[in-house]
């Protein structure tokens, strides 16, 4: 055993995953300000090619270090619970939206514009969802 829950190694863990949440959601839902239509902030292509920089890579990373925190919790928390699958499916779908959605520049996609307003949607409701999922945490 590396760590339990309330050691250093485990809030070491625990508040990486929460900066990656962080940057990743708020980034998601930040960028739909940004690129409104009478917004001059900054130059819609180094927006995107900014929150693809951001959004794919941090969900995915909370997400690793939201397993890491599983195996560490010394059994407390364990993958077979309810919503640790429904978080792992929100999760799985999140970062796929995202990386659709934004093509972070070091992975090639097709073009996938058209699909814009599904592909925020499903991200957003995803997030939201996970968010629900993590607070009350159904069948722990």
Known sequence: MYAAINSDGYNVVLLFHLLTVIVGTGSAFLVQFINAKDSDILERASVQRIVGLLIAPSLFLGGVFGGALVGLSDDVYDFSQLWLTIAGVLWITACGSA??????????????????????AVLHLSLVIMLIVMVWKPGL
Do not use: G, K
Request: hydrophobic residues 35%; charged residues 20%; positive net charge.
């Open 99 to 120: 990386t659709l959605l934004f093509r972070p520049p070091f992975l090639t996609f097709p073009d996938q514009s058209r699909f814009q307003r599904p592909l925020t």
